[in-house]
């Protein structure tokens, strides 16, 4: 009954009371006993105070002595403040009041924020929702009349997610250490820093290698110079880094371009680059056709290795 008062949070006053006669010799020790241990007890308590109006009270708090600093001096503390002059002493001054104001924004923001009700919560989620699902219905609106590259994955479900814009003029694609920051962002060993260039004059999109050696396919055929590109055209940048080009304006496609690309044709077009069969002709029997899917899957880390 007593656990809450001892050594919980509150303050708790006991009252032995004793018999002074000695046939209650035993229960009067006994209770003198327990006072005793109940007294080495030391609680420590705080007020029970909700852990909102608590950081509430102390922004507040924090407040008043901000606004009571900005009326002050510069503080003796400050190092070099003894004997610096005056316009050195305006300037600390300042700069003080200005990091001072800050804070006092930010605290009356957060305070905004912890006071505001649960509909206001709602409605400002919403309207940033609203603002998000505005956002990406522009940049769909915008991909559906721009030449763009969409990424191809191992996983179906990685497929797709992944889009850049072809711009007018130069795109460089390459990893972000580069002199030039690349409108497309890609990382891995054989990725370079230049790694190719699309060029966009009107309609029509061209890729190009950004420096000698850098490794490019465009479906399944190396890249060594100019190439304009077609509705579908496969692109494998480095060792993994597979793309589709889409043209939402001409719709015509190279020979050979099924009507959905996924990435286990990519890899087999590649393949069949490399001359290796893929028993799409019926030649090679079940085991052979395992066999060529494991190699198929090693191919890119063997390229990159």
Not at 33 to 55: F, G, S, T
Not at 207 to 234: E, Y
Not at 270 to 290: C, N, R, V, Y
Request: with cysteine.
């Amino acid at each position: 009954l007593l656990q809450n008062a001892l050594g919980g949070n509150s303050k708790t006053i006991m009252i032995a009371a004793l018999s002074p006669a000695d046939i209650n010799y035993d229960e009067t020790l006994g209770t003198l006993r327990y006072a005793d241990r109940a007294k080495q007890i030391k609680n420590k308590a705080v007020v029970n105070e909700n852990p909102m109006d608590k950081l509430i009270r102390e922004l507040k708090e924090e407040n008043e002595k901000l606004k009571k600093a900005l009326g002050g001096e510069v503080p003796a503390a400050v190092p070099g403040a003894v004997g610096m002059t005056p316009e050195e002493a305006a300037a600390i001054r300042k700069q003080m009041e200005e990091e001072i104001r800050a804070q006092l924004e930010a605290n009356a923001s957060a305070m905004a924020a912890m006071l505001m009700s649960g509909e206001d919560r709602t409605a400002i989620a919403q309207q940033q929702f609203n603002e998000e699902q505005l956002k990406l219905l522009e940049k769909e609106k915008e991909k559906d009349n721009t030449p763009h590259i969409t990424n191809l994955n191992e996983d179906n479900a990685l497929s797709g997610v992944i889009h850049h814009l072809i711009q007018p003029g130069e795109n460089i694609v390459g990893r972000k250490d580069g002199e030039t920051v690349p409108a497309i962002c890609l990382s891995g060993l054989s990725i370079q820093k230049s790694h190719a260039i699309f060029a966009r004059d009107g309609e029509t999109v061209i890729l190009r290698p950004g420096v000698v050696g850098a490794k490019t396919k465009v479906n399944g055929q190396t890249l060594n110079g100019d190439r304009t590109l077609m509705h579908q055209d496969r692109i494998l940048f480095g060792s993994n880094h597979m793309y589709v080009y889409y043209d939402p304006v001409n719709k015509e496609t190279a020979e050979g371009s099924p009507e959905q690309i996924d990435w286990e044709f990519a890899q087999k077009e590649i393949a069949q680059a490399k001359g290796f069969q893929t028993g799409a002709d019926g030649q090679l029997s079940k085991e052979q056709q395992l066999a060529q899917e494991q190699v198929l899957e090693l191919l890119p880390m063997v390229s990159e290795s």
